[in-house]
């Protein structure tokens, strides 16, 4: 029998971009059932993620309009990370086969192909990773360079150059179903589940309408988010650290106490506030990143939803039935 996929599409404020996309998605879909290699009754799944604009009028009208597109809408924005997870563990249940994307157009559509061609060649997750970045400004394509570096650095496995845009197997969502954080960093994530895994390289090109919604703050929150959430190793760093500071520290007291007897000795101020102000610097830091650490704890122990689905274009019961 053929796989039934399901394309996880995350909106927030799109109104611009979505009505360009959608149609793309869906000719995808149906060449993709005309070929032979899905069922023809494969979806679009866009989820809205609280939009403030008619992302989900739109969303509403093109799923009565044609029955490719179905939507969910979440209670209010939370973000991509779980908008996207929403869409794909709502999805997990009616098929065979996942795929998350963008809606702004950015990456390439056509790899689909070749990742459903994985798929049937026995992969369980393919990641789509970007060939060039041509057309991304020479500071996002430093910037997203650094962060994957970093991550890397940092002890959080990611695969470079693959952001979200990725095929999951339902039965590797059943899996991950039981990965039940709520920091979420879902392309460091997907790695730890295992499975037989490859990857698919793509060219990503410009927004098609609309602005991002990832400035360098964010960029920079998610990098850390992803370290923090995955890797224990800045506390470890903090460790190391520490030990380096307290050796020198003793060098320099054995080098003043030696300076003392030497009668060398002189009213020290600027060192002293010197000293004082590096290791007050330092213990701020350790203290903030273990901070960091401890107010992931805080949340993971809440066990708070990691998404609420407000609205559905489809009757949820239905669906399942249909399987
Ligand atoms: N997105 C979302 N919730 C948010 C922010 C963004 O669902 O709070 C969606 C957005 O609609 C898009 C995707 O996440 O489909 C990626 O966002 P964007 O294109 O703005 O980021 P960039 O490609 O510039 O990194
Ligand atoms: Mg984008």
Redesign the pocket.
């Known amino acids: 029998m053929l796989p039934r996929l399901i394309i996880v ?6 109104q611009e ?1 979505l009505p360009v996309t959608a149609p793309l998605f869906r000719e995808k879909l149906i060449s993709l059932a005309d070929a032979g290699k899905i069922s023809a009754d494969s979806r679009v799944m866009f ?5 403030k604009d008619s ?1 989900w009028e739109i969303i509403e009208r093109l799923s009565k309009e044609d029955e490719h597109y179905i939507g969910i809408s979440q209670s209010r ?4 990370q ?3 997870l929403a869409g794909l563990m709502e999805a997990k249940d009616m098929c065979d086969i996942t795929i998350s ?4 157009g ?1 990456d390439d559509i056509n790899a689909m192909d070749k990742m459903v061609e994985e798929y049937l060649n026995g992969c369980e997750i393919v990641y789509g990773v970007r060939s060039a970045r041509k057309t991304d400004t020479f500071f ?1 394509r430093n910037t997203a360079r650094g962060f994957y570096k970093l991550l890397n650095f940092m002890g959080a496995e990611v695969v470079y150059d693959h ?2 845009y990725r095929l999951v197997s339902s039965r590797v969502l059943q899996e991950f179903a039981n990965f039940k954080e709520v920091n979420l960093f879902l392309r460091g994530m997907f790695p730890l589940v295992g499975f037989k895994s490859t990857s698919v390289y793509y060219e990503r090109s410009e ?1 098609l309408a ?5 400035p360098l703050s ?2 920079l929150n998610l990098a850390f988010d992803g370290i923090t959430s995955l890797s224990i190793k800045p506390i470890k760093m903090i460790l190391g650290l520490g030990m380096i500071i307290a050796v020198l520290s003793f060098v320099g007291v054995i080098w003043a106490v030696v300076q003392h007897f030497l009668g060398n000795t002189i009213t020290g101020w600027a060192s002293t506030v010197c000293i004082l102000c590096f290791f007050s610097g330092v213990q701020l830091i350790s203290i903030g990143v273990i901070g960091e650490y401890i107010g992931k704890i805080y949340m993971e122990v809440k066990q708070r939803p990691r998404y609420i689905i407000s609205d559905r274009t489809y009757d949820k019961q239905e669906n399942a039935d249909n399987e």
């Open positions: 599409v995350p909106c927030y404020n799109e971009v989820v809205n993620d609280g939009s992302t924005n939370r973000g991509h779980n908008a996207v994307i963008d809606c702004d950015q996002k952001a979200d927004r609309g602005k991002s919604h990832y964010k960029m």
